[in-house]
């Protein structure tokens, strides 16, 4: 009986009803309906409900992320500038393989919301990244080991951030609770967060300039000058 019902609940995870395996749209799982093929609920068998079991066993995945990408900011700190693509492409990677899958259990405007909503949260902690990349560039001593801290935090507040908004609007969704405002006013504050952060880093840029062409390097000092002319 212990096999049937993890028989039966498996193939709810994989988005198909426990009894005739058909196809089923994600969210009638989440809230328990019927299977419109053959009748069944689709309600899980096992302890746990759906939510939760969506995010079972997936934290290895994650401490394993954020140990790469601090250990490899760290290795490239010492480039201006090169740790922020790595944390951007960081971002990209950890948001297909943890934070795709769950999101395709949301009817489609909430999933637009929420990816939006995350990728929002990915924008700003990028453009901060920038920020302080070009802040530490003229401090190549330590700026390894910043960034280094910088790639293993702004990774996990991204993919933590984004776990937080999921687990949420699954819960929303399993509930049966309408879309609310908070939904699409929280999109709307990211954005100003990003253009205030972008203004942020357009100066930070202006001023690590001067600091450089102030700083008599060879090369380095000319070529900061010629951008600030330009």
Known sequence: ?????????????????????????RYHL????????????????????LPERLERGRWRWRLVGYGLVGAAS??????????SGLQILALLVLHVTLLRRPLLWLTPARRLT????????GAFLGSVSVLVNVAVAPLPIV?????????????AAYV????????????????????????WGVPALLVGAILLS??????????????LAA????????????????
């Open 1 to 25: 009986m212990l096999d049937l019902k993890a028989h039966h609940d498996a193939l709810l995870l994989r988005g198909r009803c426990g009894r005739c395996a058909e196809p089923v749209k």
């Open 198 to 211: 972008t203004l942020a880093v357009v100066g930070t840029v202006a001023g690590s300039l001067h600091l």
């Open 143 to 155: 700026s390894s080991a910043v960034l280094a801290g910088v790639g293993f935090a702004f990774t």
């Open 30 to 49: 989440l809230r328990g309906l019927d299977c419109t093929h053959c009748g069944a609920s689709l309600a899980t068998w096992g302890t746990g409900d």
């Open 215 to 230: 700083a008599d390097i060879p090369t380095v000092s000319e070529l900061a000058a010629r951008l600030l002319e330009v």
């Open 74 to 83: 760290f290795v490239v700190g010492a480039v201006p500038l090169l740790q």
């Open 114 to 121: 929420a990816r939006t909503t995350i990728k929002l949260v």
């Open 160 to 183: 933590e951030c984004g776990l937080m908004v999921i687990r949420q609007r699954l819960r929303w969704e399993a509930d049966h609770r309408p879309m609310s405002v908070v939904e």
